[in-house]
């Protein structure tokens, strides 16, 4: 079945920067976009970034565009959201998501907390 493992969120300081992994398997990884989406307290959850199966193209939020990269590796069957320049509102928990069999899927996700 496919199972999606998100990991490397925790506290960090406004400007500072982390690095969150998707760790997917149960599906052929190379042939699929991948997402990360972030869902705050009281908020709905929003797609903030979205990459091809190749990774030949990317898009994003406008709310994080020139602040984070979205990766994939698929030897590895992993996506990756490098975060710079963290601000307070990106404060949520984030997921990775795949549609597949015309059904979205998502992890467990990881919480990401910007704060002083």
């Known amino acids: 079945q496919v199972q999606l493992v998100e990991s490397g969120g925790g506290l960090v300081q406004p400007g500072g920067s982390l690095r969150l992994s998707c760790a997917a398997s149960?599906?052929?990884?190379?042939?699929?976009?991948m997402r990360w989406y972030r869902q705050a307290p009281g908020k709905e959850r929003e797609l903030v970034a979205t990459?091809?199966?190749?990774?030949?193209?990317?898009n994003y939020a406008d709310s994080v565009k020139g602040r984070f990269t979205i990766s994939r590796d698929n030897a590895k069957n992993t996506v990756s959201l490098q975060m710079s320049s963290l601000k307070t509102e990106d404060t949520a928990v984030y997921y990775c998501?795949?549609?597949?069999?015309?059904?979205?899927?998502w992890g467990q996700g990881t919480q990401v907390t910007v704060s002083s």
């Open positions: 998501s795949v549609n597949w069999s015309r059904r979205n899927y």
């Open positions: 149960g599906f052929t990884f190379s042939m699929y976009a």
């Open positions: 990459i091809a199966s190749t990774g030949g193209w990317t």
